[in-house]
């Protein structure tokens, strides 16, 4: 009888050891369910540095929940040679820390968020990079100097469609990044400074734009009035060749006076076009 006592306070003194093995284990996990979920409240600021932690927290998850499992199987079949079930107490916190690390698809759905809000800002990084390229090239053109001035015209107005055209996609990109910061503070704050310096752009190519036009209005203006000058001038020669080359008439004194003046008054005419 004394021996048997023994041997059962052995076997419920193993039975304690071994449910406090299990219980640790079980803490241990929880422990770590609780860490996570203050991280995921929490994260890392920098994107980079936020993906990688996220990356090894499923890594631990997933090893953490196959544990679990094995732990919860190794224990049915423990019991079950015992011929008994699984006590209460360990059944009921097996199935707790099961249902805790269900984080991992908390973890899982951060990663894709995160991924898909990186794409966006590289995309907006993209569009901005492309509307800045255009401007360039906009804003490079329109300081070329030109001596055809019908062409400088043409060119004036394709290059001012275009320009439309990236102030209308500058306006967009901006409402679109304000938009996107309200939600991803920690992506959107570089994509303001891109938008800020893109807007600088944009206002050098539209003040070179008015100047360039200020110019060739001023140069049409300068081509009109030189051809209405040339085209007197041209005028008063025909007419001078006309009474030069004209057969002088030999009449009255006044007469020949009067020629005389004419030919002073359109030869002085022509000198002073001239």
Not at 20 to 49: C, F, H, M, R
Not at 58 to 72: F, K, M
Not at 88 to 100: C, N, P, R, W
Not at 265 to 271: A, S
Request: hydrophobic share 35%; glycine share 4%; charged share 30%.
């Amino acid at each position: 009888m004394q021996e048997k006592v023994k041997s059962n306070g052995k076997l419920v003194k193993q039975e304690l050891q071994e449910r406090e093995v299990v219980e640790n284990q079980i803490n241990s996990v929880k422990s770590w369910v609780q860490e996570t979920k203050e991280y995921l409240g929490n994260p890392t600021i920098e994107i980079d540095a936020q993906l990688e932690e996220l990356q090894i927290l499923l890594t631990e998850a997933a090893n953490h929940r196959q544990n679990i499992e094995r732990l919860a199987e190794e224990q049915k079949n423990k019991y079950v040679g015992l011929r008994t079930i699984v006590p209460s107490e360990i059944s009921f916190q097996l199935a707790e820390v099961a249902l805790d690390l269900k984080i991992y698809d908390q973890i899982q759905e951060k990663v894709k968020e995160i991924e898909q809000s990186k794409a966006m800002s590289q995309e907006f990084s993209r569009q901005i990079q492309k509307v800045a390229k255009d401007l360039t090239t906009i804003l490079t053109k329109l300081k070329a100097k030109t001596d055809n001035l019908v062409q400088a015209k043409t060119d004036q107005k394709v290059l001012g469609e275009e320009l439309d055209g990236c102030n209308s996609k500058l306006m967009e990109l901006d409402a679109a990044v304000q938009k996107f910061s309200e939600q991803h503070g920690h992506l959107g704050k570089p994509l303001a400074k891109k938008i800020g310096k893109l807007t600088e752009l944009q206002q050098q190519t539209v003040r070179q734009a008015e100047n360039r036009l200020s110019k060739l209005s001023q140069a049409t203006s300068h081509l009109e009035e030189y051809n209405e000058m040339l085209e007197l001038i041209l005028k008063w020669i025909e007419k001078a060749k006309i009474l030069v080359h004209g057969n002088t008439v030999w009449n009255t004194a006044s007469q020949l006076r009067e020629q005389y003046i004419l030919h002073q008054v359109t030869l002085g005419k022509v000198v002073s076009k001239e």
